[in-house]
T-cell receptor, first 109, second 117 residues
Framework: GQNIDQPTEMTATEGAIVQINCTYQ??????LFWYQQHAGEAPTFLSY????GLEEKGRFSSFLSRSKGYSYLLLKELQMKDSASYLCAVSPNDYKLSFGAGTTVTVRA | DTAVSQTPKYLVTQMGNDKSIKCEQNLGHDTMYWYKQDSKKFLKIMFSYNNKELIINETVPNRFSPKSPDKAHLNLHINSLELGDSAVYFC????????????????FGPGTRLTVL
């Protein structure tokens, strides 16, 4: 099975940086995804890592260490619109995504 | 031009009733999914279909019966609804092994909020 852990909540100030950690244990590994979900909306894809290292995409970066079963999502220059839930998800095979419980990020002015 | 669509968006019904939720994708994907997101926001996979064939059934009660008439549609029928079925149900699609993409990104529909009274 899969076990995915991430913090429940984080709060940060506009313009700051926040790092959301995710640890996982999985029976197979086909990549790790981060999704963003605003309240009342569908999850939307942010990033994908399958090899160790950092993937950067504008203000968002995601890091993976497969040997440690660890990833983080880094949000820079926080904006009010970044207030959302951030979901870490592991793909053990082509046909499945197992999600963590999500981290609710609140950005304060 | 909606990629993954679901109907209805809201569904309020009485315990014991039978209801269906429909999902359609126009992305040309060959794999579709149903997820349940409970009040604690935990998103859990229920079913996965590839080319109309059931691939994953995550120990969902057999009151839930998915049906895929073709690759673009995956409907969910729920019999004898219970209070615990209240949740948001998301449909998603992807295309594993697509030559253009190197990863299996899933695209989610807008969700159906089911409330059982």
């Amino acid at each position: 099975g899969q076990n995915i852990d991430q913090p429940t909540e984080m709060t940060a100030t506009e313009g700051a940086i926040v790092q959301i950690n995710c640890t996982y244990q999985t029976s197979g590994f086909n990549g790790l995804f981060w999704y963003q979900q605003h309240a009342g909306e569908a999850p939307t894809f942010l990033s994908y890592n399958v090899l160790d290292g950092l993937e950067e995409k504008g203000r968002f970066s995601s890091f993976l260490s497969r040997s440690k079963g660890y990833s983080y999502l880094l949000l820079k220059e926080l904006q009010m619109k970044d207030s959302a839930s951030y979901l870490c998800a592991v793909s053990p095979n082509d046909y499945k995504l197992s999600f963590g419980a999500g981290t609710t990020v609140t950005v304060r002015a | 031009d909606t990629a993954v669509s679901q109907t209805p968006k809201y569904l309020v019904t009485q315990m014991g009733n039978d209801k269906s939720i429909k999902c359609e994708q126009n992305l040309g994907h060959d794999t579709m999914y149903w997820y349940k997101q409970d009040s604690k926001k935990f998103l859990k996979i229920m079913f996965s279909y590839n080319n109309k064939e059931l691939i994953i059934n995550e120990t969902v009660p057999n009151r839930f019966s998915p049906k895929s008439p073709d690759k673009a549609h995956l409907n969910l029928h729920i019999n004898s609804l219970e209070l615990g079925d209240s949740a948001v149900y998301f449909c998603a699609s992807s295309h594993p092994g697509l030559a253009v993409a190197s990863y299996n990104e899933q695209f989610f529909g807008p969700g159906t909020r089911l409330t059982v009274l």
